[in-house]
């Protein structure tokens, strides 16, 4: 298995090669994940850092749940119990973790750039798990994990990516990986939530009109609209933003038969989805998504530190 990578910070970094291979170990540990005892020694002995300086559940849990699965020894870290609030620097901070002999930061801030920073001053493997409005390469994992799953191929699908662009860190790493993995991508968003170069972002369609959109897509991937990151009001309000963006069951009918919804979660009911597409029973893949990211952290840890191949088979 060839995977010489040490950081998961940005996803163009690595080939699609590289992320079958995260996708491909991400199902062997399937197993593991389904049977009554969940954890292997796979990487005892290993130790990880969960850097979260801005708030998260769902990307830290399933990291934590990740490490306790592989056995690897986890320190939870950030917040206000770091000593950057008493004025200590980052990059000594990130000495001091250093200094117990870890293995790995996975960091969470809400700054673009410092998990790079992270990585050029620490020594260890690091995994980004969310930077400002930059990069969030292991949902972007899962999210094709997922997808793949679901699909079985993920060359030549068409994938519509909706909503809030200009905010998300998600799309920063979920667009150059579809594209990456050959899917055709189409951005769908009002234009006061389109960056000012949305091209740079790799998609091959921009457009506003969902309506328009939404029979030509294999996958509709909904996008938190994320009010905390909002800089002034980018839309009228909320009922106006469901009316033309959201995925409502009045849409059902003008998408594909088989075309797939996902979504990063948290779930804003009655904004990005209703109820009866947020749980359709046929379409929807939103909890798989949540369950695809212990698998794909699990595979990111084990491919990056290198841990025993006996232990996935333990």
Known sequence: MAFDHKHLIDITEYSADDIMTILETAKTFKQVNERRIKKVPTL????????????????????????????????????SSTATVKGESLVDTVK?????????????????????KIADVS???????????????????LDLYSIWEEKG????????????????RVCGSLIPALKIMGCE??????????????DILGADHVTSNLDEA??????????????????????PNLREYNLLYGLTQERDRLM?????????????????????????????????????????????????????NDGIDA
């Open 44 to 79: 005892k002995g290993f130790t990880v850092v969960n850097m979260f300086n801005e708030p998260s559940t769902r990307t830290r849990s399933s990291f934590e749940i990740a490490e306790k699965r592989l056995s690897a020894d986890s320190l939870n870290f950030g917040g």
């Open 256 to 308: 594909k038969p088989d075309a797939t919804i996902c979504h990063p979660g948290p779930i804003n009911r009655g904004v990005e989805l209703d109820s009866f597409m947020a749980d359709h029973p046929k379409r929807s893949i939103i909890l798989d998504q949540v369950y695809a990211g212990v698998l794909v952290r699990m595979a990111a840890l084990y491919l990056l530190l290198g841990g025993s």
């Open 123 to 141: 020594g260890v493997s690091v995994i980004d798990a969310g930077d400002g409005k930059h990069q969030h390469p292991t949902q972007a994992l």
């Open 96 to 116: 001091t973790l250093c200094s117990y002999k870890i293995d790995c930061i996975v960091v969470r801030d809400r700054w673009a750039g410092v998990p790079r």
């Open 214 to 235: 939404l029979p030509e897509l294999d996958v509709v991937y909904m996008l938190r609209i994320q009010r905390e990151r909002f800089e002034g009001a980018p839309y």
């Open 153 to 168: 191929d993920l060359n030549g699908l068409h994938v519509g990516v909706v909503g809030d662009i200009s905010h998300s």
């Open 185 to 198: 991508v189409t951005v769908i968003a009002p234009p006061t939530l389109l960056p000012a170069r949305p």
